[in-house]
């Protein structure tokens, strides 16, 4: 079959290669429409590796998907060919302690699109479990439905944070993922969602929602920002979503006295964390890493028209242009927040 494949560090070619086909009782089998170019697949794709996870052999890239049932398994009863689906693109070991306790997510055994080695899903085919496949309402685009995975991560966090309605929140990053923390967390009901970051075209794209300001750090502080929106008492939620360490340190300034600290951003490098920082205001530490249980969801907001996820969407390229996408992709220019590859 022929894919997008990382065949090392720095190349890409479109070729063709072996992919899983065979179509187990419980998989389904979906022409694929619409991948996201997420920064974990332009990360292997110009370094090679992201923490252990090492690019070593040809990998296909692509785990943010939509597309068509062409078959199902004999076992599989919810989904039929036809159906409009999205993926979640990690496959846990159902019977794992991790999966047992509802937090498959951090399943050791978890085997997820175009982390190395297994394939992604930048082929006109894949072959995938029908428990991990969800169809889609038919007012959610296939582009939509790609961005459900990206936004997926915003809901965790938004969770794992325990937002309260009426909450005051603060995002540190305006990257897709600080994006869509920002999203999830308004429709967990913050009040108000303070976005940070040094790019202006960033801030002026997440800038244009409903119950969302943005603060430039080159004309002001993440501290001083915080304390104008909230009379100087701090945000109910920080949420960490630009994995710099400088940012990192600040969090502790952010909350407000019990508040909490969600770390989404994932810092290349270790990186120093004000301890006393976080006891002297008793904040909540919480961590995320993907996402359990959230499709649904996520799925249900973007289809009651709550969440709007299409302002978002930069470029769309054809699946024979992915090359061109995903060099894109690596200038990542200010103005860009995600590119889909059609096929
Ligand atoms: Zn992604």
Not at 87 to 103: Q, T, V, Y
């Amino acid at each position: 079959m022929r894919a997008l494949v990382l065949e090392e560090k720095g190349r890409l070619a479109l070729r063709d290669i072996e992919m899983p086909h065979e179509l187990g009782p419980d998989d389904v089998r979906i022409a694929i429409h619409t991948v996201g170019v997420c920064g974990s697949d332009v990360h292997y794709y110009t370094h090679g590796k992201i923490g252990h996870f090492v690019v070593n052999e040809p990998m296909v890239l692509g785990h943010e998907a939509s597309g068509t049932v062409a078959e199902v398994g004999a076992n599989v009863s919810h989904l039929k060919p036809g159906d409009r689906v999205c993926m979640e693109p990690g496959i846990p070991d159902p019977n794992s302690r991790a999966s047992k306790l509802g937090i498959y997510n951090v399943d050791p055994a978890v085997r997820f699109w175009a982390t190395p080695p297994i394939h992604g899903c930048l082929a006109p085919e894949v072959v995938h479990p029908g428990s991990y496949t969800y169809k889609l309402p038919d007012q959610v685009t296939f582009a939509e439905a790609a961005m459900v995975e990206p936004f997926a991560i915003g809901m965790q966090a938004s969770l794992r944070a325990g937002i309260r309605p009426g909450d005051i929140a603060v995002v540190l990053g305006a990257g897709p993922i600080g994006m869509m923390t920002a999203l999830a967390a308004l429709a967990g009901g913050c009040a108000q969602v303070l976005v940070v970051d040094f790019a202006q075209p960033k801030l002026d794209i997440i800038g244009k929602y409903d119950g969302i300001t943005t603060a430039n750090l080159g004309d002001t502080t993440a501290k001083e920002a915080v304390a104008a929106l909230t009379d100087g008492w701090g945000a109910d939620i920080v949420f960490e979503c630009s994995g710099a360490a400088p940012a990192v340190l600040d969090v502790p300034n952010l909350a407000r006295p019990g508040g909490a600290a969600v770390m989404v951003g994932m810092p290349v490098e270790p990186v120093p964390m004000d301890i006393v920082g976080l006891q002297a205001k008793e904040l909540r530490l919480e961590t995320v890493f993907r996402y359990a249980n959230v499709y649904d969801r996520a799925i249900a907001l973007i289809a009651s028209g709550k969440v709007d996820l299409k302002p978002l969407i930069t470029a769309t390229y054809a699946f024979e242009d992915s090359i061109t996408a995903f060099d894109r992709a690596v200038e990542a220019k200010p103005t860009d927040v995600k590119i889909q590859i059609e096929l």
